[in-house]
């Protein structure tokens, strides 16, 4: 197979890595990629919604599989482009079309979407700047913390949990009246607040079946002990000991399986990963939110998991036998540190040289925001590298991640010390 990549992180570092080992590939492309998905295949500079140009790239480089890592070119409709186009819809996209892409691209749509097929998930009610009057009605009827949720995709940025009343009416002004986060919080969706601890969760479909991938937990907070700005993750571990047996029945029964019928039944074709964030109420599992995409940093731990040649899922989506294909994991646990910019996530210097990549012997190193120059590897983004181990426990998984971290050095490097913490 000739397969396109989109994507230029730590996921898309390891979803390459993972290819690689595939005795079905035959040529990797990583678009835009990074100096960590170099070692895999090549990388072509081309922006990831750039679908002219991905079109292009495909037809003169006889690619017959693309695979999207990101949720900005699913939402923006990738998969229904390659399908409209006479020379491309023969060509493969592994992730879903704009329509089913709104279980991610709106928080709205996916909240009817739960309500409709009886899934789990906190109470809401959506508003807009002509119901603003009967938003503050609603933010007075229910208790603190307010959950406010701007409807559209905010870069992670477009959750709002507030204990104050006042201030939650005065936040929902913001959002609705003065677009806060844009056109994205056009709408806004205000939740019940859930207490419990969340866990992610990850399928694979062709629309009719699924294949249940390992779970995995992230790690946001930028400060250990989960405190401080929220950052795209600091770290996972996989498995999520409290997700045992009787946990993950519920989270079949009550959750994928109906998300996967609700959607066969609502006519609404999906193929590719469906990513369930859940949270843990007291033994019950709850939808907090659904991503269109695998997780980040939560692939860097899930997929080093899987023991069976990812490209015959991909194909198994593609040609909708996913049900026959084999789907095997590695018994160990795998943990990752995420190695950040100093001042991350808030302003952060990029370029800074990265030394002792190659003392790394006990560890997997998924680049997440890296860049060449020669043979040098230099920092590129906020996040910078996902540092992957297994091990038999996860506290030796993460023990094997801090030696290789602390042999790793770049100007500004800051690793959270305690990923796991409340779980081993
Ligand atoms: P989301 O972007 O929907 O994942 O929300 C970001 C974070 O806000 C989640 O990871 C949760 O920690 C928190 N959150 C979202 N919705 C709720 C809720 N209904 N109750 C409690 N926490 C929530
Ligand atoms: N780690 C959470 C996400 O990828 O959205």
């Known amino acids: 197979m000739r397969v396109l990549l989109l994507g230029s992180g730590g996921r898309e570092n390891a979803l390459a890595w993972k290819m690689a080992q595939s005795s079905m590939l035959e040529e990797l492309f990583i678009a835009p990629g990074n100096a960590g998905t170099r070692l895999y295949g090549k990388n072509v500079a081309m922006s990831t919604t750039d679908f002219p140009a991905i079109k292009k790239f495909v037809l003169e480089n006889q690619v017959n599989m693309v695979v999207v890592g990101p949720e900005e070119p699913l939402v923006k409709g990738i998969h229904d482009f390659f399908l409209a186009d006479d020379e491309l819809k023969t060509v493969p996209v592994i992730g879903p079309n704009q329509y089913a892409a709104q279980l991610e691209g709106s928080k709205d749509f996916a909240k009817q979407f739960m309500f409709r097929h009886n899934i789990p998930t906190a109470k809401y009610a959506t508003f807009t700047k002509d119901t603003l009057e009967q938003g503050y009605t609603f933010l007075e009827s229910m208790k603190p913390p307010y959950v406010l949720k701007a409807d559209g995709l905010a870069a992670g940025k477009g959750v709002l949990i507030i204990e104050d009343l006042k201030e939650a009416k005065a936040e929902l002004k913001s959002m609705l009246a003065d677009a806060k986060f844009g056109e994205a919080s056009s709408r806004v969706v205000i939740e019940q607040f859930l207490k419990g601890i969340e866990l992610s969760v990850f399928v694979i479909t062709d629309g009719d079946s699924y294949k249940l991938l390992p779970e995995a937990k992230d790690y946001k907070r930028i400060g250990e002990g989960d405190t401080g700005l929220n950052t795209g993750g600091m770290g996972a571990v996989s498995p999520v000991p409290f997700a045992d047996a009787a946990f993950m029945d519920k989270v079949q029964n009550q959750i994928i399986i109906p998300t996967v019928k609700g959607l066969r039944n609502d006519n609404i074709p999906y193929k590719g990963f469906i990513f369930f964030g859940l949270i843990n109420v ?119 991640s801090y030696d290789s971290a602390a042999k790793i050095e770049f100007e500004g490097a800051y690793y959270r010390k305690d990923i796991g913490f409340d779980v081993l």
């Open 282 to 400: 007291k033994g019950e599992p709850f939808v907090i939110e659904y991503n269109c995409r695998m997780g980040d940093p939560e692939t860097e731990v899930v997929i080093p998991r899987l023991k069976s040649d990812i490209l015959d899922l991909f194909e198994g989506v593609a040609s909708n036998t996913l049900s026959e294909r084999d789907v095997q994991f590695i018994d160990k646990c795998a943990a990752t540190v995420m190695m950040v910019a100093g001042g991350y996530p808030e302003a952060y210097e990029k370029g800074k040289q990265i030394y002792g990549l190659n003392s790394v012997t006990e560890s997997i190193i998924f680049h997440a925001g890296t860049s060449s120059d020669g043979p040098a590897v230099l920092s590129a983004g906020g996040r910078v590298l996902a540092i992957t181990s297994y091990g038999k426990h996860l506290d030796g998984a993460l023990a094997k």
